[in-house]
């Protein structure tokens, strides 16, 4: 981590307290579905940013979830902590991914369709994984926003946009201008906001999945493939799909449910 990265990290503001009391429902074992449910009711625009994103097309529901408590029972508490902490967070940033070539709209656009394929995809068969995996997922690329502010202050963005065209990965490229990858960058913006071991662990080891912790190297083998097939434009093409399959069969998680979810997208 550069330190004019971990500088900007140390002054994010705190998240506010919704974010608390849903992270407090979430984390104690005894929170319920309803508790959930009357934090987000207190929230009417949060409640909204939630029923918007929970209507996408993505998701495939054939009709329209108008209530929260709807969402929460079709999604689970997991996923709608995701919709949830997605809106939050991103409201903390001022968003300016020029030096990626990409705009604020293109970048809302991927998250939300990365953590629709994770979503659709362990629905239907690793449900149980989601309260890691929905948050891990919208969130995973928060990190570029601050590399993109300090490529911008370095006036770095020539530099930046030839590293992107000739790099092999934009994480290689990110390293090689800035010194430090997104996954590394929003890890530790998550661990500066205490949220659980697990979900800054996952984050952290997406691109290298086999250095998780043993419980948490699926969902970041399952985070990876879908950062793989979804790039950073938003658009799966065949060669990223083609890519991602490849890491299906390397770390043997299931084809049949990607392929049926995959070609929504």
Known sequence: MTEEILKKIKQLPPLPESAMQIEAVYQ????????????????PLLTADILKAANSPLYGFSREINAINQA??????????????????????????????ITDDMFSALSKKQHALVTSWCLKTENKLLGVLSPAAFLVEIGKV?????????????EFKTALQECS??????????????PEVSATIFEQWKFEDGLVDVIRNCMEPEKAEDADKKSAQILNVVRVAIPMNGTPTPE????AKKLIEQYELNMESFNSTIEHF
């Open 146 to 158: 601050l590399i993109a502010q300090q490529v911008i202050n370095d006036k770095k963005q020539e």
């Open 169 to 182: 990965s934009v994480e290689e490229a990110e390293k090689k201008v800035v010194g430090v990858a997104t």
């Open 72 to 101: 929460v029972g079709l999604f689970g508490m997991g996923t709608v902590r995701g919709f949830a902490l997605a809106s939050i967070v991103k409201k903390s940033f001022k968003l300016d991914l020029s030096p990626y070539g």
């Open 28 to 43: 104690d074992p005894d929170g319920s579905f309803g508790d959930m449910v009357k934090i987000l009711e207190k929230d």
């Open 240 to 243: 990223s799909i083609a890519e």
